[in-house]
């Protein structure tokens, strides 16, 4: 199978269950994927993301040791589709300790832009929620970003935001991976 020529047609749900099934324990072939992410058609490029956010826990495994490439093809992503499904790829692995200063940045950043979908901004949030939450000073200063959010959200943002809050005072994760 030619993944990148299937990921330049458009796909759907059945087409995503075969190409992982066929991935699954055939890393050269992930590998393939992986790098149709990057590629320059912006459909190919989705496409492998959205295949690659199907991935098993198992196989998502396989991106951890990714996690740097995936925040630096996020910081330079145009497609905001893209990089709402770059974030839920980030979102779906352990988060490094302490966090690489300009992927923080990056997500206090989109997480109060107006101009970001609302999926981009609410996976931003979780994600800034998690790179802050062992470091009681920077827990505290998304704390004070978080309340002065307070008017004008969509519901999803609204959402996230109370449940940010209800976690900060245990320090619990809300992520799962």
Partial sequence: ??????????IGMEDIHEITYLLQNNNQKKQEL????FDTDDNIGYNAAWVMTHFSLNDNVWLYNKQDELIDGLLLCEHPGKRRLILCLLYRQPLRNPPRVDFLDFCLERMISKRELPGVQSLCMKLAYELCRLTPELLEELKTILEMMEYDLVPSIRTVRK???????????????
């Fill in 34 to 37: 992986y790098e149709c992410l």
């Fill in 163 to 177: 449940n940010i809050l209800n976690a900060m005072p245990k320090g619990k994760s809300l992520q799962s991976y």
């Fill in 1 to 10: 199978m030619d993944i990148k020529t299937r990921l330049s047609h458009r």
